[in-house]
């Protein structure tokens, strides 16, 4: 009979859709639901000793993902396939794991990943759906759409984002702020009004303190100039209102 602890190591990679309104966020926080925590939990169950799930990045509490992307390591022999049923039965409905594949030993959700893309929904009719409401943020308020265009495209290219991040615990590491957004995309459809952003790497509360920009430049609050200088090195102010988390997903995260 073959020893638990004598069985080779492998490393998963899974891709999880999630509708994040319940949970505390991606990161496990004591006493409070998180996608982390209820991964973990389940895993260690499974694999009977504790397991560590890496994720690409942290959601913040209230965001929804697509296609999020985590690894952890197995000793159990089950397949794949199995695997991903068997999460998917445990797990509660409104967390899904979408794919699972054995990736090599070296592989890193969040140090690999070459690019992210997030969307933001914006219900823009005076009624908003009581079954959308989880998912959309609701301003029914006017705008000019083409400010908002002209500004998104102010983000593209590799700027200081300091002003559009929240204070964070990995601040005393004196981290670089410093990211590239490789493309913006804002348009309208129906009533929806969608913010698409796609770049290196995000910091906390980053897109939605983007949209909240946004917004003040739909406004008329805020031009080009006043949203370029807050990308500006040593920019001492900070980015307009923070939008509301229900309208944020995490669409996809890429890979070499």
């Not at 985590?70 to 049923?85: G, K």
């Not at 957004?181 to 009533?191: C, E, K, S």
Request: hydrophobic fraction near 40%; aromatic fraction near 8%.
């Amino acid at each position: 009979m073959v020893s638990p602890d004598s069985r080779p190591t492998r490393l998963i990679k899974v891709t999880i859709s999630y509708d994040g309104t319940d949970f505390h966020g991606w990161q496990v926080q004591p006493g409070l639901p998180t996608i982390q925590g209820t991964l973990e939990r389940l895993l260690t169950d499974m694999e009977t000793q504790p397991v560590h799930v890496a994720g690409s990045g942290r959601t913040d509490a209230g965001v929804h993902a697509i296609a999020q992307t985590a690894a952890f390591s197995l000793r159990n022999p089950i397949p794949v396939d199995n695997l991903r049923r068997a999460l998917n039965r445990l797990l509660p409905p409104a967390v899904r794991i979408v794919t699972v594949e054995e990736v090599a030993s070296s592989f890193h959700p969040r140090y690999d990943a070459v690019a992210k893309t997030y969307e933001y929904r914006i219900w823009r009719g005076e009624v908003c759906s009581p079954f959308e409401r989880r998912y959309i943020h609701h301003h029914p308020y006017p705008l000019c759409i083409e400010r908002m265009q002209e500004a998104a495209a102010v983000f593209i290219g590799t700027h200081d984002f300091s002003a559009f991040a929240a204070a964070d615990d990995r601040d005393a590491l004196g981290l670089s702020k410093v990211r590239t957004i490789f493309d913006t995309r804002l348009w309208q459809d129906g009533h929806r009004l969608l913010f698409r952003v796609r770049g290196s790497g995000f910091l906390k509360h980053m897109v939605r303190n983007m949209v909240g920009t946004l917004l003040e430049a739909g406004k008329g609050n805020l031009d080009r100039e006043g949203l370029a200088r807050r990308l500006e090195p040593g920019y001492q102010g900070k980015s307009g209102p923070r939008a509301p988390a229900c309208g944020l997903f995490l669409m996809s995260v890429e890979y070499p």
